[in-house]
């Protein structure tokens, strides 16, 4: 029985993951049949990943708040595996924002990097979460560990609506976000939203397969540490 869970949790994963690769490659293809942008150009495609990135990094550092609060709430181990899951994968979104938008400042600012509001939040949403990590490997008592953990996880989302908000907050040179929730717009071509929403979709569903993954990887390292203690 536990074979057949373990061995079905494993096949819905890389379905998972097979899928979000295949959804993705849609979304990369309609993006570069899309046209280019009357102001950037065709470097209008990075935004098509760039964008998607930063949303599911949003996503996994919200996810990695819920299951810290389901930890603190039930004391059961897995939640905290799975917040740490979830913050590592956001990490890795994170990243790939901030490289992303770097490859997009170039050539439009002239610059890879510039300390103006919104890169600056973000530079500091990723330094927290890296903080997190330390956090997590300089405390040896698992249940310790865990319950500071969850609450850095906790706190970590506070940066989220700063980060977002930073270009209507402060000035900024940075344009105006792509799914303006605030005026409730979209800023960009109807026909460019179409692989936008896909390429979307795929990082997310690559999200929750990276997730499993990494759940069971932590899983199986905490059974190991029981096994030997």
């Keep these: 029985m536990g074979n057949s869970k373990r061995k079905l949790t494993d096949s819905l994963?890389?379905?998972?993951?097979?899928?979000?690769?295949l959804v993705f490659l849609i979304g990369q293809y309609l993006a570069f049949k899309a046209p280019p942008?009357?102001?950037?150009?065709?470097?209008?495609?990075?935004?098509?990943?760039?964008?998607?990135?930063?949303?599911?990094a949003y996503l996994a550092f919200i996810v990695a708040a819920v299951y810290a609060i389901l930890y603190l709430w039930k004391q059961n181990p897995s939640y905290d595996r799975l917040s740490a899951a979830s913050a590592e994968i956001g990490l890795l979104f994170m990243a790939l924002t901030l490289f992303?938008?770097?490859?997009?400042?170039?050539?439009?600012?002239?610059?890879?990097w510039t300390w103006e509001p919104k890169l600056t939040t973000s530079a500091i949403l990723t330094a927290f979460y890296v903080g997190y990590f330390l956090l997590r490997q300089a405390i040896e008592d698992p249940e310790f560990r865990a319950k500071a953990a969850a609450a850095a996880a906790i706190l970590g989302v506070v940066n989220i609506p700063i980060n977002y908000m930073s270009v209507y907050w402060w000035r900024s040179i940075h344009q105006t976000a792509t799914f303006d929730i605030v005026n409730r717009k979209l800023h960009m071509d109807p026909s460019m939203v179409l692989p936008m929403l896909i390429d979307l979709a795929a990082i997310n569903i690559l999200f929750v397969a990276f997730l499993r993954m990494k759940?069971?990887?932590?899983?199986?390292?905490?059974?190991r540490e029981e096994i030997y203690d």
Aim: proline share 2%.
């Design 13 to 21: 994963s890389s379905f998972l993951l097979l899928v979000g690769f």
């Design 215 to 223: 759940g069971a990887i932590a899983a199986r390292a905490a059974a």
């Design 100 to 112: 992303g938008g770097m490859m997009w400042a170039r050539p439009t600012w002239g610059v890879y």
């Design 37 to 56: 942008d009357v102001q950037q150009g065709y470097l209008v495609r990075i935004l098509y990943v760039h964008v998607g990135a930063a949303w599911t």
